[in-house]
């Protein structure tokens, strides 16, 4: 390693131009990757409503809808805007009254159902449908080009209106992330580091390294929005402690080779890749175990963040020390005294109290394993966005006045009996909390003879092999109530059509909560055992893995107990990733105590010493490491209104403090009442072993 940190010593200027012309690459590709706004895309394709989904689209050439509503406007005028809308490019059909009878035919001949499903008021509904899914970028700009052909007077609901309106919050969002999460890291590391001018360097580095991640996800194709949102925060908050290991250890070594910075930096970046790269194997492992989540969002996240880690580490070690020795006198002038005290005392007076901290855990556990078992999460994205948006007044208003809150789609087969049609439409519309069933059938009443349909309707609403039928509910998607009222209507079409499926957002979510619920144990398991096996490599030991894990689940329980208590309902992705995120980003506090403990431990020290020693060493490290962690986050959960990125944010920055004080006043404590375990099923504590043992039940000094 010394010879590579030579080789960046020596070629520092063309280190600095090489990343600096990366840049360009990397923007072209951060541009140019598609970002996915549908969630429940990343569902598994073997699901029915995600194969019913592909079937809509390839047999009906439908993917993505949106309910119009119109207030005060005449029939004729509704018409005129009808024809405009289906001029729109991706717009393959739209729906309203006209669909079904003459204009001219009164609507109250119309069978109730269907005149209620159309009209309310002096307010008429139209349904629009695109020729490619929800979230597509061919749906999403028809969604626009309809809204401005409709103007203020018409209100449009809908997934790809929520979409939309995700885009474009996250999209003006998304720059505020950065700059909140650069400022307030550069605030701390002002403020804990002995150079002012240092954060800048260190800003300067990560950020390159996040630009080169997000560039890198062109080879993937396309990134969630929550992905691309949190990557940079993440990247920086996970990554900045690398470039304060840099750091110390050039100013170290600058004392070991006085007037030689080349030597000194060529020997930090040697010991500092040997720290950094174990520290980062944790973190990188928390992130990978995402991808065993077969909810392929978990892949996303997991694949483009730990790429982001091993990104970052690789800038640690090239363009941070690089920039560094070019501006060195600049750095110099920057100096000041370290603002953080020594904190030996706090140090002893935690060991001296450590019966006080092992109490409090053992009483805080309890509460903190049940509100982590209690905490309430929500599937429905749309429900938390804020209320002001296009897309949720809409759908305010499409609840009030049509009573419709979500909408299921029913696939089933073209060639089914119109009898069975029939009584398979009566008995669904007999389910609590369904509006309306329309279908081919529903539109034949007795007062509209089959001839009056419509054939382009009939092409809407029947395929070679499948037919379609729209159930309006009045229950929200992810209640209990609409989970309850899909699972009977499957029950029905299954007795009239055994491969009939039941789609669209509720039955996706539905579905979606099933596969997340098994996801939360598989990476939660995954993470542990990873984690586990890399910290027994590490510090080859049975005993201080489990530990150390338990030490770090037990902040992760406090943190996931939180919004129980204060009655707050966290998404359902949060349940999943912030245990593995946190898991994986604060161990390293564990670690780094631990493995000064285990080196002062077999250096003949007793244990109340050895512990007092790598807790005093190592605070300042886990404080401005949780600190920095800290800054990234919090700022992000408190400016988002996107509630799933804010509370995602938010439980992140607690989490960084949480896991401070938990190893800070909990694990001292655990590794003085573990010890005799502890140097009995570790590897290469012989000395520690022979020095507890003694001789005739006398401890023996030793002589270093």
Same mark, same amino acid.
């Given at each position: 390693?010394?010879?590579?940190?030579?080789?960046?010593?020596?070629?520092?200027?063309?280190?600095?131009?090489?990343?600096?012309?990366?840049?360009?690459?990397?923007?072209?590709?951060?541009?140019?990757?598609?970002?996915?706004?549908?969630?429940?895309?990343?569902?598994?394709?073997?699901?029915?409503?995600?194969?019913?989904?592909?079937?809509?689209?390839?047999?009906?050439?439908?993917?993505?809808?949106?309910?119009?509503?119109?207030?005060?406007?005449?029939?004729?005028?509704?018409?005129?805007?009808?024809?405009?809308?289906?001029?729109?490019?991706?717009?393959?059909?739209?729906?309203?009254?006209?669909?079904?009878?003459?204009?001219?035919?009164?609507?109250?001949?119309?069978?109730?159902?269907?005149?209620?499903?159309?009209?309310?008021?002096?307010?008429?509904?139209?349904?629009?449908?695109?020729?490619?899914?929800?979230?597509?970028?061919?749906?999403?700009?028809?969604?626009?080009?309809?809204?401005?052909?409709?103007?203020?007077?018409?209100?449009?609901?809908?997934?790809?209106?929520?979409?939309?309106?995700?885009?474009?919050?996250?999209?003006?969002? !998304?720059?505020?992330?950065?700059? &909140? /999460?650069? %400022?307030?890291? +550069?605030?701390? @590391?002002? *403020?804990? $580091?002995?150079?002012?001018?240092?954060?800048?360097?260190?800003?300067?580095?990560?950020?390159?390294?996040?630009?080169?991640?997000?560039?890198?996800?062109?080879?993937?194709?396309?990134?969630?929005?929550?992905?691309?949102?949190?990557?940079?925060?993440?990247?920086?908050?996970?990554?900045?402690?690398?470039?304060?290991?840099?750091?110390?250890?050039?100013?170290?070594?600058?004392?070991?080779?006085?007037?030689?910075?080349?030597?000194?930096?060529?020997?930090?970046?040697?010991?500092?890749?040997?720290?950094?790269?174990?520290?980062?194997? !944790?973190?990188?492992?928390?992130? &990978? /175990?995402? %991808?065993?989540? +077969?909810?392929? @969002?978990? *892949?996303? $996240?997991?694949?483009?963040?730990?790429?982001?880690?091993?990104?970052?580490?690789?800038?640690?070690?090239?363009?941070?020390?690089?920039?560094?020795?070019?501006?060195?006198?600049?750095?110099?002038?920057?100096?000041?005294?370290?603002?953080?005290?020594?904190?030996?005392?706090?140090?002893?007076?935690?060991?001296?109290?450590?019966?006080?901290?092992?109490?409090?855990?053992?009483?805080?556990?309890?509460?903190?394993?049940?509100?982590?078992?209690?905490?309430?999460?929500?599937?429905?994205?749309?429900?938390?966005?804020?209320?002001?948006?296009?897309?949720?007044?809409?759908?305010?208003?499409?609840?009030?006045?049509?009573?419709?809150?979500?909408?299921?789609?029913?696939?089933?087969?073209?060639?089914?009996?119109?009898?069975?049609?029939?009584?398979?439409?009566?008995?669904?519309?007999?389910?609590?909390?369904?509006?309306?069933?329309?279908?081919?059938?529903?539109?034949?009443?007795?007062?509209?003879?089959?001839?009056?349909?419509?054939?382009?309707?009939?092409?809407?609403?029947?395929?070679?092999?499948?037919?379609?039928?729209?159930?309006?509910?009045?229950?929200?998607?992810?209640?209990?109530?609409?989970?309850?009222?899909?699972?009977?209507?499957?029950?029905?079409?299954?007795?009239?059509?055994?491969?009939?499926?039941?789609?669209?957002?509720?039955?996706?979510?539905?579905?979606?909560?099933?596969?997340?619920?098994?996801?939360?144990?598989?990476?939660?398991?995954?993470?542990?055992?990873?984690?586990?096996?890399?910290?027994?490599?590490?510090?080859?030991?049975?005993?201080?893995?489990?530990?150390?894990?338990?030490?770090?689940?037990?902040?992760?329980?406090?943190?996931?107990?939180?919004?129980?208590?204060?009655?707050?309902?966290?998404?359902?992705?949060?349940?999943?990733?912030?245990?593995?995120?946190?898991?994986?980003?604060?161990?390293?506090?564990?670690?780094?105590?631990?493995?000064?403990?285990?080196?002062?431990?077999?250096?003949?020290?007793?244990?109340?010493?050895?512990?007092?020693?790598?807790?005093?060493?190592?605070?300042?490290?886990?404080?401005?490491?949780?600190?920095?962690?800290?800054?990234?986050?919090?700022?992000?959960?408190?400016?988002?209104?996107?509630?799933?990125?804010?509370?995602?944010?938010?439980?992140?920055?607690?989490?960084?403090?949480?896991?401070?004080?938990?190893?800070?006043?909990?694990?001292?404590?655990?590794?003085?009442?573990?010890?005799?375990?502890?140097?009995?099923?570790?590897?290469?504590?012989?000395?520690?072993?022979?020095?507890?043992?003694?001789?005739?039940?006398?401890?023996?000094?030793?002589?270093?």
């Amino acid at each position: 390693m010394y010879k590579f940190g030579k080789a960046v010593v020596k070629g520092r200027f063309a280190i600095l131009i090489i990343s600096l012309v990366l840049l360009v690459p990397s923007l072209i590709g951060m541009l140019g990757t598609r970002i996915n706004y549908d969630i429940l895309s990343y569902l598994p394709k073997e699901l029915d409503t995600m194969k019913g989904q592909d079937i809509m689209l390839d047999e009906f050439g439908k993917g993505g809808f949106a309910f119009v509503m119109i207030d005060g406007m005449q029939d004729k005028d509704v018409k005129d805007l009808e024809k405009k809308f289906a001029k729109v490019d991706h717009v393959c059909d739209v729906i309203w009254y006209d669909s079904i009878a003459d204009i001219n035919l009164p609507k109250e001949v119309l069978p109730k159902k269907l005149y209620d499903f159309f009209n309310s008021g002096d307010s008429t509904l139209l349904a629009v449908f695109f020729d490619s899914s929800s979230a597509s970028d061919e749906s999403l700009k028809a969604l626009n080009e309809v809204k401005s052909i409709a103007g203020k007077q018409c209100f449009v609901a809908g997934m790809t209106a929520a979409i939309s309106d995700i885009k474009d919050l996250t999209l003006n969002e !998304t720059m505020g992330y950065v700059i &909140l /999460a650069v %400022c307030l890291t +550069s605030l701390v @590391l002002a *403020l804990t $580091m002995d150079s002012f001018l240092i954060p800048v360097f260190f800003m300067l580095s990560v950020g390159m390294a996040i630009l080169y991640n997000l560039g890198s996800n062109f080879f993937i194709g396309e990134i969630s929005f929550i992905t691309q949102a949190l990557t940079a925060v993440l990247q920086l908050g996970v990554t900045i402690d690398y470039s304060i290991f840099l750091w110390h250890s050039y100013k170290e070594e600058q004392g070991n080779h006085p007037g030689d910075n080349k030597e000194a930096m060529a020997q930090a970046i040697s010991k500092t890749i040997s720290s950094v790269v174990g520290s980062s194997i !944790t973190t990188v492992a928390g992130f &990978l /175990a995402l %991808c065993f989540m +077969s909810y392929k @969002l978990g *892949l996303d $996240m997991g694949i483009v963040m730990a790429k982001g880690v091993v990104i970052g580490v690789i800038a640690c070690v090239t363009v941070l020390p690089s920039m560094i020795l070019i501006f060195d006198k600049a750095l110099t002038k920057t100096m000041h005294r370290d603002l953080i005290p020594k904190l030996d005392k706090l140090s002893s007076f935690i060991i001296r109290h450590r019966a006080v901290c092992l109490t409090a855990f053992l009483v805080v556990l309890i509460p903190a394993v049940y509100g982590y078992t209690h905490t309430d999460v929500y599937y429905d994205l749309t429900a938390t966005l804020p209320k002001d948006l296009d897309s949720i007044v809409a759908s305010t208003k499409l609840e009030e006045q049509y009573h419709m809150t979500s909408t299921h789609i029913i696939m089933c087969d073209a060639d089914l009996e119109p009898k069975a049609m029939n009584n398979m439409l009566n008995e669904m519309n007999k389910v609590d909390g369904v509006k309306f069933s329309l279908g081919l059938n529903s539109l034949l009443g007795p007062n509209i003879p089959k001839e009056v349909i419509p054939e382009k309707l009939t092409e809407v609403l029947k395929s070679k092999n499948w037919q379609m039928v729209l159930v309006g509910s009045q229950y929200k998607t992810a209640s209990d109530e609409v989970n309850k009222q899909i699972d009977k209507l499957q029950d029905i079409v299954s007795k009239y059509d055994s491969k009939a499926m039941v789609i669209g957002e509720a039955p996706c979510t539905k579905d979606l909560i099933t596969v997340t619920d098994r996801d939360f144990k598989v990476v939660s398991a995954v993470s542990m055992v990873a984690i586990f096996l890399i910290i027994f490599f590490v510090l080859r030991s049975f005993s201080l893995p489990l530990i150390l894990v338990t030490v770090i689940e037990f902040a992760i329980f406090v943190n996931m107990a939180i919004p129980c208590y204060t009655h707050t309902t966290i998404p359902f992705i949060a349940s999943i990733v912030i245990g593995t995120i946190q898991l994986g980003a604060t161990v390293d506090y564990a670690i780094l105590m631990s493995t000064r403990y285990k080196l002062e431990r077999n250096s003949g020290k007793d244990k109340t010493e050895s512990v007092t020693i790598a807790l005093s060493t190592s605070i300042k490290s886990i404080i401005v490491s949780a600190l920095g962690f800290f800054a990234a986050t919090f700022g992000v959960g408190v400016y988002s209104r996107v509630d799933m990125i804010s509370q995602l944010c938010s439980l992140l920055s607690r989490g960084a403090i949480i896991s401070m004080v938990t190893v800070i006043l909990i694990l001292p404590s655990m590794l003085m009442l573990f010890d005799p375990i502890i140097i009995r099923s570790t590897f290469g504590m012989k000395n520690a072993r022979k020095n507890h043992a003694g001789v005739n039940g006398v401890q023996l000094p030793t002589v270093k």
